[in-house]
């Protein structure tokens, strides 16, 4: 990048330059004084001083010359191995508290297995940690849901030993406890099967399977860790073989919540109220093995929800609506090369009211990822992989606020695959950490420091006791300088903008800074920055530079 020396030979002052002003539509609020960017869509946004540090310059760029996907902010962050769950399969829970942060909880490796959790920035900086909350699973198989409250606090639910115990503790966004590991009920053996999901009224549901008593339960506890709902019979059982991940807590957006249990034989769900009141009777959603099916829910958009399980060598999703009536007809979306594995399906629902799913892949194979209405419970688009499923681990889904698709999937190839909405292909990111991972676990998330760009968290288990987490930018559009704003402007507003001259800055730059006319479709701006003084020579191609 070229340099402005102000005052040598070759350099040519802007300062007497005339002071040429323009009108461009702004794409979010912009204050006067702030420094603009141009961007692809023919908006202005306001930039940073990149002396602020790295979240800044990601966040708030002087230039973009190529639109991002999937690009790494910080380093990956890897935890300490004292610390960590030897084991392939040690559970993960991942969340976005509501301060904006971000939260990584896994099982320790040494007795007593201590559930134990980091607060990451937006960004990807360790803002506090390592934090115990208490005993945990010893083999970690189970995962560990990670809630964020309505009331803003964090609750954690989660298996001790050998399922012994079932338990959730409360702490609040800053990591201070609330309300201690308090018991649920009994699961008995590993690896276990529960779910759990804030309510969009207040509080929390859980879903387990008793494999003592044979029987799926469920509760509701209210935000400060109050019993709502005692631990109460959904459904009985003969059997207590092949129950991983035979449970799903659905919340819907009317405060009500969906219990869904893969039985023998047959997969149900329950209906119920914030209190936990059955809506309605048992509803059959279809066939599955004789010894139980892994089932896997998601909320939609428009207010249903759907339900996508495994059973007997094939994929299925149904999709129903907020009242319990199914939309259209099953889908079978695989018959052949079916997995036998808990993450071998995961679903997201889309900002369309739609339902993305991804099946895995084989190691070194792309997924299966398609599309279905949430409206009509058809297949809209999709990418279907002939390869048979990954041996453990599996694959992630996750939806951009921009309506982008993320997949990961684990094995040899350690790939994760951005997509549109339509399932196109976008961009493919090779992720050492997911190369040899056992569990990922994806977050999609914004921030207010700029919320038009999608973000998102990635936490592993690489399967050799090591947790990694990394924060990425989902997708920014390309940009380049082009003034400094001379009034106020509301999103989708008339900025005015000052292009050539001396302008004031809004925020002093902490350091000097310059920039040549960058090479593009658009001319770039030419600048110098000392303090709250920006020097503009105007929007010039590379022909025009005259730089050392």
């Given amino acids: 990048m070229g340099r402005i020396y102000i005052g040598e030979a070759n350099a040519n002052s802007s300062s007497s330059a005339p002071i040429i002003e323009t009108v461009v539509t702004a794409g979010e609020a912009i204050q006067n004084g702030d420094l603009l960017v141009l961007a692809k869509d023919a908006k202005v946004y306001w930039s940073d001083d990149p002396s602020t540090g790295r979240a800044a310059r990601a966040l708030r760029p002087f230039n973009v010359p190529s639109v991002l996907r999937s690009s790494l902010i910080e380093s990956v962050n890897t935890l300490s191995s004292a610390s960590n769950g030897t084991a392939s399969n040690v559970g993960i829970g991942h969340a976005q508290l509501s301060d904006g942060n971000v939260i990584v909880a896994w099982f320790a490796k040494a007795s007593p297995y201590s559930l134990t959790f980091n607060i990451y920035s937006p960004f990807g900086e360790l803002v506090s940690g390592p934090i115990i909350v208490g005993d945990g699973a010893a083999s970690g198989q189970a995962d560990i849901q990670v809630l964020t409250l309505t009331n803003g606090n964090i609750a954690f639910v989660y298996p001790t030993m ?25 699961l008995s053996t590993e690896p276990v099967s529960f779910s759990a999901a804030t309510l969009a009224g207040g509080g929390f549901a859980v879903g387990y399977f008793d494999g003592s008593g044979k029987i799926f339960r469920y509760a509701v506890y209210s935000d400060s860790g109050n019993i709502v709902k005692a631990p109460a019979t959904a459904l009985s059982v003969s059997t207590v073989s092949n129950y991983a991940r035979s449970t799903s807590i659905i919340p819907l957006a009317n405060g009500q919540f969906v219990f869904v249990a893969g039985a023998s034989g047959t997969v149900y769900f329950y209906r119920y109220d914030a209190t936990g009141t059955l809506l309605g009777a048992q509803t059959t959603v279809g066939g599955a093995a004789s010894s139980g099916a892994f089932v896997y829910g998601a909320a939609l958009s428009n207010g249903g929800f759907a339900i996508g399980w495994y059973a007997s060598g094939a994929y299925y999703i149904s999709v129903w609506t907020p009242s319990g009536d199914q939309v259209g007809s099953t889908v079978t979306i695989s018959a052949t090369g079916a997995g036998s594995y808990p993450d071998d399906m995961a679903l997201v629902p889309t900002a369309t009211g739609n339902v993305a799913v991804a099946i895995g892949g084989g190691a070194a194979a792309s997924p299966s ?103 990425f930018i ?75």
Avoid at 164 to 169: D, I, N, Q
Avoid at 515 to 541: E, K, T, W, Y
Wanted: charged letters at 10%; aromatic letters at 6%.
């Fill in 369 to 471: 990822v398609a599309v279905y209405s949430g409206t009509t419970g058809a297949a809209v688009s999709g990418i279907l992989a002939s390869a048979a499923p990954v041996a453990s681990g599996g694959v992630t889904i996750g939806a951009l606020s921009n309506g982008d698709i993320l997949v990961t999937s684990v094995g040899t190839s350690g790939k994760l695959y951005q997509m549109d909405g339509a399932c196109n292909l976008l961009a493919t990111t090779t992720i050492t950490q997911l190369a040899t991972a056992a569990k990922s676990r994806l977050l999609t998330y914004t921030n207010s420091y700029r919320p038009s760009i999608p973000l998102f968290s990635l936490a592993t288990n690489d399967g050799s006791g090591n947790i990694h987490q990394g924060s």
């Fill in 474 to 548: 989902g997708y920014m559009q390309q940009c380049s300088p082009i003034g400094v704003s001379t009034a106020s402007a509301g999103e989708n507003g008339a900025a005015p903008v000052q292009v050539t001259g001396v302008a004031t800055l809004r925020q002093s730059f902490g350091w000097p800074y310059s920039i040549d006319a960058n090479s593009s479709a658009v001319p770039g701006q030419r600048m110098c920055i000392v303090g709250n003084h920006a020097i503009m020579q105007g929007l010039q191609p590379d022909a025009a530079r005259n730089i050392n």
């Fill in 162 to 186: 050998n399922g012994a115990r079932f338990r959730f503790a409360i702490y609040t966004p800053s990591g201070a406890k609330v309300v201690a590991p308090t018991d649920i009920g009994t």
